[in-house]
Every structure is written in C-alpha cells, then in structure tokens.
C-alpha cells in the first residue's frame, strides 16, 4: 500500500497524527505527536526503520522533549487507515513489545518508545530472525524434531509399500 496522504488520527488515542517526511526514505511515517507519541507505519514502512543502521533521527528529533499521554497498551485498536481490528504480536523476545499489526492493509503501530526498544534488542533483521529460529528451536524442538521423526517414519513406510505394491503388480 502507498504512503497515505491524508491526516489519520491515532489508534491508541483518537488525536491527528503529524505526517513527517523522512528524507532518506522519500515517505511520511505518521506520528501522534500531540497525543501518546505512537507511531504509525504504512506497509513495509516499518522495515526500512527497525534495524540499528537506518536513519531514525528525524523520528526522535519529532519525538524529543515532550510529555506524552499514557495510553492502555492491551486495549483493542482500529487501523487508521483500513478500520479493522488490528492484531497484537509480540516483537520482542526477552521481555514483550506489543506491536498491533494490520492485516488488512499491512499497517503496524508501536507506541511511544516502542521503536528504538525493538531496535536496541538486535543490530539487523538477520540477527533477529536467528535469535527467534533458536528461540522457537528451545521452546518446540523436542516436539518438533519428534514430528519430523514421525513424517520421516510414515514416509519411509510409503516408499515401502509403493515397492511392495509395484512389485506385486510386476511394475518397475
């Protein structure tokens, strides 16, 4: 989905978010500026901020010495943009960041602070998705490795009984 061009107003508080161009990027990133401080990211947006090498100073120069409103973190929200219920996932793997995730069109908003906690936790988006496979590796690797075993099993027994089958029936 493109860049919106028009004012949204914040899922986590209702105020109008400030569009602010990010030059390095050519895109606006909307942010509640006058309200809680999230930040709103259009499709695949998120991505050219979340890892510690991309340029976010512009975000915290928007961002720096305010007071901002405090908000319920686990209160459902609306997407900005397409108006569905968007999904909260958790980013981070020690400790929790909730970010609400739109299906609908793509969107994510984080709340205040949330963005440089994600990237302080890994340096690139490589690093994270390794900590994460060791991660899901440590928490299901015993079931997992148990149900490949199992796959592998039954798949041994059709190769089997397909030569057993073609055998009897004189195929080669």
Not at 72 to 96: A, Y
Request: with cysteine.
């Amino acid at each position: 989905m493109a860049d919106t061009k028009e004012i949204i107003n914040c899922p986590a508080c209702g105020k109008p978010m400030e569009k602010v161009y990010i030059p390095s990027e050519g895109i606006n990133v909307d942010i509640c500026t006058e309200g809680c401080g999230g930040i709103f990211f259009d499709n695949r947006e998120f991505d050219k901020f979340n890892e510690q090498n991309e340029d976010i100073s512009t975000i915290i120069k928007k961002l720096q010495n305010k007071t901002y409103t405090q908000v319920e973190s686990d209160k459902q929200r609306l997407c900005p943009i397409c108006g569905i219920k968007m999904v909260q996932n958790t980013k981070k793997i020690n400790g929790s960041i909730v970010v609400d995730d739109c299906y609908g069109c793509g969107g994510k908003f984080l709340d205040y602070e949330e963005l440089e906690k994600i990237r302080a936790e890994f340096a690139t988006d490589n690093d994270r998705s390794r900590a994460t496979m060791a991660y899901l590796n440590k928490k299901v690797g015993k079931e997992l490795s148990a149900l490949d075993m199992k796959h592998q099993d039954i798949k041994m027994h059709q190769s089997v009984g397909q030569k057993l089958f073609f055998s009897l029936m004189g195929i080669k």
